[in-house]
C-alpha cells in the first residue's frame, strides 16, 4: 500500500532546516560572528561553557538592532541585507539569507540584547522556535547586541549524544575565533570560558595580521613568515596573506583561506599549494599558510553550502595555477639561505632507555658499564683533548705576536670606543706590573707580569697541562689553603646563594668537558660525551669571576702597578668616554672626578684589607686584585671600572656592598665580546693605525681563553640555573642524531 504524503509541521521543517545550517556550536557562533562584523564591530567578545553547549555568548559593539526590527528578527528569510534574488549576485556581506538565528531558536533558547546609537535604552528579547516570548522590554546596556545561547541541541537528543567532548566542541569554537581574529586585524576578539578570568584568544584592535598569527599560533610560526600579495586584473581577483618559507613545517597543513573576507575551505586550492610546498619540505611535512583572495561578488556563487562553508567562483582552475605560480616565486626568491633553531637544552637530562637498549632487548648488545661490552659507533666519545681542534680546521695558526705582553698593560687606548668609531688616548699610560699571589702559598710567588703571560714572544704557547696540571688544576691556592677564614655573615650569604643556585648538570658538563676552539672572544664550542654545545663565554668569565671573588674574598693575591695610575686622570678619561653617559645636568667632570678620589680614598682601607685594592695618599691606584693565577684582566677597560666603582657599588650595606663589588669586578675581569683573538702582525698594526677602530692592543686572547679561562671553569665553576634557561648554553650537534642522518645519506 503506498504511503501518504502529508505537509509537514512547520516546527518539524524549521528544526529539519535548523539542523543542516547549526551542525555543532561551532556553526552557530560563527554565523553571529559575521552577523556582528556586518553591523560593523569593532570589538568581539565570546564567552563559552561546556563547549558552546551550555552557554555560548556573543556580544559586539555594532550598529545594534532597531526595537521595531526585534519582533521578526529570529524568523526565517528575515534579513537587511539582500531585497530581491538579483541583489544576490553582487552580495558583499557575510549574512543573506536570514536563516541563522531562526535556525539557532529553534534548537536553543535565545536572548537578544541590544541598543541602538540613538535609543536611550537597550532592549531584550527572549526567542523560542522562532518567535518571540512575551514583549520587548527595556533594560540597561552598552551600544551593539549581545546575543546568549543557552542549551543547544536541547530538543534534538540524538544531534547532542552525536557532538564530541565539551572539550572538542571548544576546540573548533577556539578554531574559529581565532581564525577570524587572524582575518580581521584592526578588530579585537576576545574568547574566555564563563567562570575562568583568563582568556583563550585576545587580540588588539592595534594588532598587525602578523601579531595576531604570532599571539595564536606563537612565534616560531611568526618569525618564518613571507607576505604575499598579487593581482590579476585578467582574471579579476586580488590575493593576500603570509605563508611559511622553508624553514617551518609541521605535521598538519594548516591553511586559512578567506574569499571575499568568508573562511572557507577549498581542497582543489589546498593540493595545489601542498604540491609546491613538496619540494622544500621533508616528506610527511606541511606549511602554514593564510590567504584572503578577493573576487568580483559577479565571480562568485556562496549559495552552494547550507553553512557557507564552501563556494564556487569562476575561472577557479585558473585562478589556483596563478595563486600556485605566485606562491612558488615567492619561495623560490627567499630560498638562498636557511636557518636553523636550536633549543635551549638541559644538560645532564638522562638519555632515554631506546638510545641505549637495543629493541630486541638482548643483553650482549646493552650498553652498561662492563668494560667488555659492546659499544657502538655513535656512542664513543673523544676524550683526548690534545686531539684536533677546531684552528685546524681554520687555517694556518697565525705566528706568535713579537709585541712584549707588558706592552698590553701600558694603557695606551682608552677603554671604551665613541661612538663615532674613534677610541680615546691615554696620556699617563700605567706601567707594567708585578704580580704577588698570597702568602699561604709555597715559595716566593712575586714574579714580573712577563712571567705570567701566556706566552714568550718567540716561543708556542705552553699546552693547558703544562699550565694547570693534568688534572686542570692549577698552582692557585685552593679555597681549603687560604690561611685567613672570612666570618662576615654578609659574605657567607652569597657564597651560599651562589651553591644553592648552582645547576648540577651544567656543573658536570664544565667538570668534564673537552675544549673543541673558540668562536670569536664572545662563544666558543665545547665537547662533553657525545654532545657539542655553544658557550657564551663572556657570560660564564664574568660568573667566574663573581664566584672567585666571593669565595676567595680577603685572600686575594696582588697586582702591582710599576708606576701608580692617578685616580682622577682615570675617572676623566672614562667619563670623556661616551659608555659614561654623563650629561651636562650631572655636573662638571673635574668636580665628579675629584668626588670618586674623595670617595675611593676614604675607602681604602677596606678595599685594601678585603680586596686588594691599594690607594695611597695622593689618590694614585697602586695595586689591583689578583683573582686568578696566570690571568691579567683587559687594563683598557681600568678606568671604566674606577668609574663604576664609585657610582655602581652599594656603599651603605656590608652585603650589597660586597656583592656589587663582586659583580663590578667581575665586569671589569671577565672576557669581553670585542677582544681581539688572535695577535696581530707587524703588518697589519700599520695597516690599522692607533685611532683607527683599534679597541684593544694586540694580545693572543685566543690563548688566555683556552688555557687559562676554561680550565678554571672546569675546576672552579658552579654554574647558575639560569644558564640552563637563557641560552647560554646551546646544544648544536648529538653524535646519535648525526649517525642518523648519515645513516640515510
Given at each position: 500500500?503506498?504511503?501518504?504524503?502529508?505537509?509537514?509541521d512547520?516546527?518539524?521543517?524549521?528544526?529539519?532546516?535548523a539542523?543542516?545550517?547549526?551542525?555543532?556550536?561551532?556553526n552557530?557562533?560563527?554565523e553571529?560572528?559575521?552577523?556582528?562584523?556586518?553591523?560593523?564591530?569593532?570589538?568581539i567578545?565570546?564567552?563559552?561553557?561546556?563547549g558552546?553547549?551550555?552557554l555560548?555568548?556573543i556580544?559586539?559593539?555594532?550598529?545594534?538592532?532597531?526595537?521595531?526590527?526585534m519582533d521578526?528578527?529570529?524568523?526565517?528569510?528575515?534579513?537587511?541585507?539582500?531585497k530581491?534574488?538579483?541583489?544576490l549576485k553582487?552580495?558583499?556581506?557575510?549574512?543573506?539569507?536570514?536563516?541563522?538565528?531562526?535556525?539557532i531558536?529553534?534548537?536553543?533558547?535565545?536572548?537578544?540584547?541590544?541598543?541602538?546609537?540613538?535609543?536611550?535604552?537597550?532592549?531584550?528579547?527572549?526567542?523560542?522556535d522562532?518567535?518571540?516570548?512575551?514583549?520587548?522590554?527595556?533594560?540597561?546596556?552598552?551600544?551593539?547586541?549581545?546575543?546568549?545561547?543557552?542549551?543547544?541541541?536541547?530538543?534534538?537528543?540524538?544531534?547532542?549524544?552525536?557532538l564530541?567532548?565539551?572539550?572538542?566542541?571548544?576546540?573548533r569554537?577556539?578554531?574559529?575565533?581565532?581564525?577570524?581574529?587572524?582575518?580581521?586585524?584592526?578588530?579585537s576578539?576576545?574568547?574566555?570560558?564563563?567562570?575562568?578570568?583568563?582568556?583563550?584568544?585576545?587580540?588588539?584592535?592595534?594588532?598587525?595580521?602578523?601579531?595576531?598569527?604570532?599571539?595564536?599560533?606563537?612565534?616560531?610560526?611568526?618569525?618564518?613568515?613571507?607576505?604575499?600579495?598579487?593581482?590579476?586584473?585578467?582574471?579579476?581577483?586580488?590575493?593576500?596573506?603570509?605563508?611559511?618559507?622553508?624553514?617551518?613545517?609541521?605535521?598538519?597543513c594548516?591553511?586559512?583561506?578567506?574569499?571575499?573576507?568568508?573562511?572557507?575551505?577549498?581542497?582543489?586550492?589546498?593540493?595545489?599549494?601542498?604540491?609546491?610546498?613538496?619540494?622544500?619540505?621533508?616528506k610527511?611535512?606541511?606549511?602554514?599558510?593564510?590567504?584572503?583572495?578577493?573576487?568580483?561578488?559577479?565571480?562568485?556563487?556562496?549559495?552552494?553550502?547550507?553553512?557557507?562553508?564552501?563556494?564556487?567562483?569562476?575561472?577557479?582552475?585558473?585562478?589556483?595555477e596563478d595563486?600556485?605560480?605566485?606562491?612558488?616565486?615567492?619561495?623560490?626568491?627567499?630560498?638562498?639561505?636557511?636557518?636553523?633553531?636550536?633549543?635551549?637544552?638541559?644538560?645532564?637530562?638522562?638519555?632515554?632507555?631506546s638510545?641505549?637498549?637495543?629493541?630486541?632487548g638482548?643483553?650482549?648488545s646493552?650498553?652498561?658499564?662492563?668494560?667488555?661490552?659492546?659499544?657502538?659507533?655513535?656512542?664513543?666519545?673523544?676524550?683526548?683533548?690534545?686531539?684536533?681542534?677546531?684552528?685546524?680546521?681554520?687555517?694556518?695558526?697565525?705566528?706568535?705576536?713579537?709585541?712584549?705582553?707588558?706592552a698590553?698593560?701600558?694603557?695606551?687606548?682608552?677603554?671604551?670606543?665613541?661612538?663615532?668609531?674613534?677610541?680615546e688616548?691615554?696620556?699617563?699610560?700605567?706601567?707594567?706590573?708585578?704580580?704577588?699571589?698570597?702568602?699561604?702559598?709555597?715559595?716566593?710567588?712575586?714574579?714580573?707580569?712577563?712571567?705570567?703571560?701566556?706566552?714568550?714572544?718567540?716561543?708556542?704557547?705552553?699546552?693547558?697541562?703544562?699550565?694547570?696540571?693534568a688534572d686542570?688544576?692549577?698552582?692557585?691556592p685552593?679555597?681549603?689553603?687560604?690561611?685567613?677564614?672570612i666570618?662576615?655573615t654578609?659574605?657567607l650569604?652569597?657564597?651560599?646563594?651562589?651553591?644553592?643556585?648552582?645547576?648540577?648538570?651544567?656543573?658536570?658538563?664544565?667538570?668534564?668537558h673537552?675544549?673543541?676552539?673558540?668562536?670569536?672572544?664572545?662563544?666558543?664550542?665545547?665537547?662533553?660525551?657525545?654532545?657539542?654545545?655553544?658557550?657564551?663565554?663572556?657570560?660564564?668569565?664574568?660568573?667566574?669571576?663573581y664566584?672567585?671573588?666571593?669565595?676567595?674574598?680577603?685572600?686575594f693575591?696582588?697586582?702591582?702597578?710599576?708606576?701608580?695610575?692617578?685616580?682622577?686622570?682615570?675617572?676623566?678619561?672614562?667619563l670623556n668616554?661616551s659608555?659614561?653617559?654623563?650629561?651636562?645636568?650631572?655636573?662638571?667632570?673635574?668636580?665628579?672626578?675629584?668626588?670618586?678620589?674623595?670617595?675611593?680614598?676614604?675607602?681604602?682601607?677596606?678595599?685594601?684589607?678585603?680586596?686588594?685594592?691599594?690607594?695611597?695618599?695622593?689618590?694614585?691606584?697602586?695595586?689591583?686584585?689578583l683573582?686568578?693565577?696566570k690571568?691579567?684582566?683587559?687594563?683598557?677597560?681600568?678606568?671604566?671600572f674606577?668609574?663604576?666603582?664609585?657610582?655602581?657599588?652599594?656603599?651603605?650595606?656590608e652585603?650589597?656592598?660586597?656583592?656589587?663589588?663582586?659583580?663590578e669586578?667581575?665586569?671589569f675581569?671577565?672576557?669581553?665580546?670585542?677582544?681581539?683573538?688572535?695577535?696581530t702582525?707587524?703588518?697589519?698594526?700599520?695597516?690599522?693605525?692607533?685611532?683607527?677602530?683599534?679597541?684593544?692592543?694586540?694580545?693572543?686572547?685566543?690563548?688566555?681563553?683556552?688555557?687559562?679561562?676554561?680550565?678554571?671553569?672546569?675546576?672552579?665553576?658552579?654554574?647558575?640555573?639560569s644558564?640552563?634557561?637563557?641560552a647560554?648554553?646551546?646544544?648544536?650537534a648529538?653524535?646519535?642524531?648525526?649517525?642518523?642522518?648519515?645513516e640515510?645519506?
Open positions: 500500500m503506498a504511503g501518504v504524503i502529508q505537509r509537514l512547520e516546527t518539524v521543517v524549521n528544526r529539519i532546516a539542523g543542516e545550517v547549526i551542525q555543532r556550536p561551532a552557530a557562533l560563527k553571529m560572528i559575521e552577523n556582528s562584523l556586518d553591523a560593523g564591530s569593532s570589538s567578545q565570546v564567552t563559552v561553557k561546556a558552546g553547549l551550555k555560548l555568548q556580544q559586539d559593539n555594532g550598529s545594534g538592532i532597531r526595537k521595531g526590527d521578526i528578527v529570529c524568523e526565517r528569510f528575515t534579513t537587511s541585507k539582500l530581491d534574488f538579483n541583489d553582487t552580495i558583499a556581506t557575510y549574512g543573506f539569507r536570514g536563516e541563522a538565528l531562526a535556525s531558536s529553534h534548537v536553543a533558547h535565545l536572548t537578544i540584547t541590544t541598543k541602538t546609537a540613538d535609543a536611550k535604552c537597550a532592549f531584550r528579547g527572549n526567542y523560542t522562532g518567535k518571540l516570548k512575551g514583549s520587548v522590554k527595556p533594560c540597561a546596556g552598552n551600544q551593539g547586541t549581545q546575543i546568549t545561547v543557552e542549551d543547544l541541541f536541547y530538543n534534538v537528543a540524538t544531534r547532542r549524544k552525536s564530541k567532548s565539551p572539550s572538542e566542541e571548544h576546540g569554537i577556539y578554531e574559529v575565533v581565532s581564525r577570524y581574529a587572524i582575518h580581521n586585524a584592526g578588530k576578539f576576545t574568547l574566555k570560558k564563563q567562570g575562568q578570568s583568563s582568556c583563550d584568544v585576545r587580540t588588539t584592535a592595534s594588532a598587525t595580521t602578523v601579531d595576531n598569527i604570532r599571539t595564536v599560533f606563537g612565534p616560531s610560526v611568526a618569525r618564518e613568515l613571507l607576505e604575499v600579495e598579487h593581482r590579476n586584473d585578467k582574471l579579476n581577483f586580488t590575493v593576500k596573506g603570509h605563508i611559511s618559507n622553508a624553514n617551518y613545517s609541521v605535521k598538519k594548516l591553511l586559512l583561506l578567506f574569499i571575499n573576507h568568508r573562511l572557507v575551505d577549498s581542497t582543489s586550492l589546498r593540493k595545489a599549494i601542498e604540491a609546491v610546498y613538496s619540494t622544500y619540505l621533508p610527511g611535512m606541511h606549511p602554514f599558510i593564510y590567504l584572503s583572495l578577493e573576487i568580483a561578488p559577479q565571480n562568485v556563487d556562496v549559495n552552494v553550502h547550507p553553512t557557507k562553508h564552501e563556494v564556487h567562483f569562476l575561472h577557479e582552475e585558473d585562478i589556483i595563486i600556485q605560480k605566485t606562491i612558488e616565486q615567492k619561495l623560490l626568491s627567499c630560498n638562498s639561505s636557511r636557518t636553523y633553531f636550536a633549543q635551549a637544552l638541559l644538560p645532564g637530562v638522562p638519555v632515554p632507555v638510545e641505549v637498549t637495543p629493541k630486541d638482548s643483553e650482549a646493552r650498553v652498561t658499564s662492563d668494560p667488555q661490552a659492546v659499544r657502538r659507533d655513535h656512542q664513543l666519545v673523544r676524550t683526548d683533548a690534545r686531539d684536533q681542534k677546531l684552528d685546524a680546521f681554520i687555517g694556518k695558526k697565525a705566528a706568535p705576536s713579537k709585541t712584549d705582553a707588558g698590553r698593560h701600558e694603557l695606551e687606548t682608552a677603554p671604551d670606543k665613541s661612538r663615532n668609531g674613534s677610541p688616548r691615554l696620556d699617563d699610560p700605567v706601567l707594567p706590573m708585578e704580580v704577588d699571589t698570597p702568602e699561604a702559598a709555597k715559595g716566593d710567588r712575586k714574579r714580573t707580569i712577563d712571567q705570567v703571560s701566556p706566552s714568550a714572544p718567540d716561543e708556542e704557547p705552553p699546552s693547558s697541562e703544562e699550565v694547570w696540571g686542570g688544576s692549577s698552582d692557585l685552593s679555597r681549603q689553603q687560604h690561611h685567613r677564614q666570618k662576615l654578609s659574605v650569604n652569597l657564597q651560599q646563594s651562589v651553591e644553592d643556585e648552582s645547576h648540577q648538570g651544567l656543573r658536570a658538563l664544565f667538570k668534564n673537552t675544549f673543541v676552539g673558540c668562536v670569536n672572544a664572545e662563544y666558543a664550542l665545547l665537547q662533553h660525551q657525545t654532545k657539542l654545545y655553544l658557550v657564551n663565554t663572556a657570560k660564564m668569565s664574568k660568573e667566574l669571576f664566584q672567585l671573588f666571593l669565595f676567595d674574598f680577603g685572600n693575591g696582588i697586582m702591582k702597578l710599576s708606576s701608580p695610575g692617578s685616580i682622577f686622570e682615570l675617572a676623566m678619561l672614562a668616554s659608555e659614561s653617559g654623563w650629561s651636562e645636568a650631572d655636573g662638571p667632570k673635574d668636580q665628579l672626578a675629584q668626588y670618586i678620589v674623595d670617595l675611593l680614598k676614604s675607602k681604602t682601607e677596606m678595599l685594601d684589607d678585603y680586596i686588594s685594592i691599594k690607594i695611597d695618599d695622593d689618590g694614585n691606584l697602586c695595586t689591583l686584585p683573582l686568578l693565577d690571568y691579567i684582566p683587559p687594563m683598557e677597560i681600568l678606568p671604566m674606577v668609574l663604576r666603582l664609585a657610582t655602581e657599588v652599594d656603599w651603605d650595606s652585603e650589597g656592598c660586597f656583592k656589587t663589588l663582586a659583580q669586578c667581575a665586569l675581569y671577565g672576557i669581553h665580546r670585542k677582544l681581539q683573538l688572535k695577535p702582525t707587524d703588518t697589519s698594526s700599520k695597516e690599522n693605525p692607533p685611532g683607527e677602530n683599534v679597541e684593544f692592543p694586540s694580545y693572543n686572547w685566543s690563548w688566555t681563553i683556552e688555557h687559562t679561562i676554561y680550565p678554571a671553569l672546569k675546576s672552579f665553576l658552579l654554574p647558575p640555573k644558564f640552563a634557561e637563557d647560554s648554553i646551546l646544544q648544536i648529538n653524535l646519535h642524531d648525526l649517525y642518523k642522518v648519515f640515510r645519506c
